[in-house]
């Protein structure tokens, strides 16, 4: 029973977490950060350690800057998630990129050219491709 609500409680932990960075973003580096979206966050048991899973828009040129403002502004993000959201401890932030969202268009677009391909295949009136 303990283990189910300890889950339970870091879930909602890393829940809110992912809320606050995302609005501390919004708020306080509204230009800077339009290209990052905090897809998730997980922490560890202990909760002195978050990583901060996060997707990037740009080409790689452009998420390599991304990810080092993100870790320039480390200090400032975990102030800012201190006065937000508090814990007993101080957690330590980590970024991490998240690609499933590239993995995710590649799926897309692989699904579409299946797509296509079978609907540019001509059917006759029984529903049969015809070569």
Same mark, same amino acid.
């Given at each position: 029973? %303990?283990?189910? $609500? +300890?889950?339970?409680? =870091?879930? !909602? /932990?890393? @829940? ?13 580096? %509204?230009?800077? $950060? +339009?290209?990052?979206? =905090?897809? !998730? /966050?997980? @922490? ?23 990810? !080092? ?63």
């Amino acid at each position: 029973m %303990r283990n189910i $609500s +300890t889950n339970f409680r =870091i879930s !909602r /932990v890393n @829940s809110l977490l992912q809320e606050a960075l995302a609005r501390i973003l919004q708020k306080h580096y %509204r230009e800077e $950060s +339009t290209k990052i979206t =905090i897809t !998730r /966050v997980t @922490s560890s048991s202990d909760l002195h350690r978050i990583s901060v899973h996060i997707g990037l828009i740009g080409d790689e040129a452009e998420q390599k800057q991304a990810l !080092r403002w993100l870790h320039k502004k480390k200090f400032d993000l975990r102030q800012h998630l201190n006065r937000e959201v508090v814990l007993k401890f101080s957690p330590e932030l980590h970024f991490v990129i998240d690609d499933a969202h590239l993995q995710e268009m590649k799926i897309v677009s692989i699904l579409s050219e299946i797509e296509n391909e079978i609907t540019s295949e001509p059917i006759d009136s029984e529903g049969s491709v015809t070569s």
